[in-house]
């Protein structure tokens, strides 16, 4: 007598993307993604647009988002 057994995908499946409040704080930031480099208003928001803090001040020759 032949039993079959049943099979459950066991791969993990993606979460979707978390949305992220910022502070509305004005502590500039430069930051940077790649080779990019902007101004963004502070961390968070840098960050959420997955870019990388790199200085706690304003980019050269860059304008604030």
Do not use: D
Not at 18 to 34: E, T
């Amino acid at each position: 007598m032949a039993m079959l057994a049943g099979c459950m995908e066991t791969m993990p499946r993606p979460e979707p993307a978390k949305p992220i409040a910022c502070p509305q704080n004005f502590a500039p930031v430069c930051a940077a993604k790649g080779l990019q480099r902007r101004t963004f208003s502070n961390a968070c928001l840098a960050r959420a647009e997955t870019y990388r803090v790199i200085r706690q001040q304003p980019c050269e020759g860059n304008t604030t988002q």
